[in-house]
């Protein structure tokens, strides 16, 4: 037996309360203006999402075998682009490391103050490599503006039942399940990914410098990137065993 199912769904929201703390609430809801969050993708929203089956099951006397072969595809978690912790509150709203970066022209960058002599060249680098990041420059990155790979997951179930009796459905199960079939198959395969907070940070603000006029940031490139979460990512096995009356 096959089955197979595609869901898309879209979810936008403010905030996505995504701790039971108000201050974290406050802190992780990141914007350009604190007091003013814009309307964006959702935390929560996973856009697209695949899930198939393949089944046998046969009966044949006192025994019976089943056996599925499950797959699960799923868009990766949204994240947000902001600047790192550091010593400057960036956009003065007391809580440091929750502003999202303003994604410059290649106009702009050589006016900008740069910590050293790379910051420069690697963050346009950064910026040329990057979709979203190419085609808004001179914009503030949205929150949740981008997204984890996506995620494919195989999963194995086996049973093979034992009956009473002929006419009976009351029986023994022994079971076999292999979560995350994929990663067991290859180390590169069914892999989960994850940022801290649902952000990364790939530029930081080390001091406001004084110069003629006021004030101005000083930027540093420091990149960033996201992991392998190693335990949603490994496969796992279990053994069961029930009786069904």
Do not use: C
């Amino acid at each position: 037996r096959l089955v197979a199912a595609y869901t898309y769904s879209q979810s936008k929201s403010v905030n996505d309360g995504v701790s039971a703390q108000s201050s974290s609430n406050w802190g992780r809801t990141y914007a350009v203006d604190s007091n003013a969050p814009a309307l964006s993708n959702s935390v929560y929203e996973f856009p697209h999402k695949v899930v198939a089956s393949v089944s046998y099951t046969r009966r044949y006397g006192l025994f019976g075998t089943r056996v599925m072969l499950l797959y699960n595809g799923f868009s990766g978690e949204h994240y947000s682009l902001t600047y790192a912790k550091g010593k400057v509150d960036v956009n003065g709203d007391s809580y440091k490391g929750n502003s999202l970066i303003y994604i410059p022209t290649e106009a702009e960058m050589p006016t900008m103050l740069w910590a050293d002599d790379s910051s420069q060249a690697a963050f346009n680098d950064y910026i040329e490599g990057d979709s979203y990041l190419r085609t808004h420059r001179g914009r503030f990155a949205e929150r949740n503006s981008h997204s984890l790979p996506f995620v494919h997951r195989l999963d194995l179930h086996v049973a093979q039942s034992f009956y009473f009796s002929k006419s009976s459905d009351r029986r023994i199960e022994l079971s076999l399940d292999v979560l995350n079939l994929s990663n067991l198959i290859s180390r590169s395969w069914g892999l989960v990914h994850r940022t801290t907070n649902w952000a990364l940070s790939p530029v930081t603000v080390t001091e406001l410098r004084e110069v003629e006029g006021g004030y101005r940031p000083v930027y540093k490139f420091n990149g960033a990137s996201y992991t392998v979460d190693d335990i949603a990512s490994r496969w796992h096995m279990q053994i069961g065993l029930r009786v069904v009356f």
